[in-house]
């Protein structure tokens, strides 16, 4: 996966970028008739702000290309998606099979174990963010310089 993003400090080793969030919509011939695109229009100015650890030497205000091996992209949108799911299907399961709680009961408590994978999931990215930052890839986006004046 590969990603256009900004310069916007650099401090010894550490690049910190900026880039637009992009939405599926923004590629799709019926985004001024669709309900997600028009949503998609209202919440169009999003950036994700982060830093990559790199010995290349760059300047605030350079476009640059990030790159981020595809599998590891799958292996965390599974994990992201996939985890949650599986963990409310689990607990509602095991719960139902004891027989001794009301569905109304089982139900809240899926859904708790199901908030609490986020936010286990979301602690867990965080530890590894010095992992993930060593996936990043920065290189000088030459091509895009030239065409942006």
């Known amino acids: 996966m590969k990603e256009i993003a900004e310069v916007t400090a650099v401090e010894g080793n550490r690049v910190t970028v900026t880039t637009e969030l992009k939405t599926a919509c923004s ?3 019926q985004v001024s008739n669709c309900g997600a695109g028009i949503l998609s229009k209202v919440f169009a100015d999003r950036n994700a702000q982060f ?11 350079e476009l640059v290309q990030l790159e981020v091996p595809d599998t590891a992209v799958t292996r965390f949108a599974l994990l ?5 799911i599986l ?6 399961v095991l ?3 004891t027989g001794t709680l009301t569905e109304g009961f089982i139900i809240l408590l899926s859904f708790a174990g199901f ?3 986020f936010w286990g999931l979301k602690r867990w990215f965080r530890k590894r963010d010095i ?3 060593a996936m990043v890839k920065l290189e000088t986006s030459a091509e895009v310089q030239h065409s942006n004046p």
């Open 27 to 29: 590629g799709c011939a």
């Open 51 to 61: 830093t990559v650890v790199t010995e290349q030497a760059f300047r605030p205000g």
């Open 80 to 84: 992201l998606y996939g985890l949650p």
């Open 87 to 92: 963990m409310l299907l689990l607990i509602a």
């Open 95 to 97: 719960l139902e099979n």
């Open 115 to 117: 908030a609490l994978t």
């Open 131 to 133: 992992q993930v930052n």
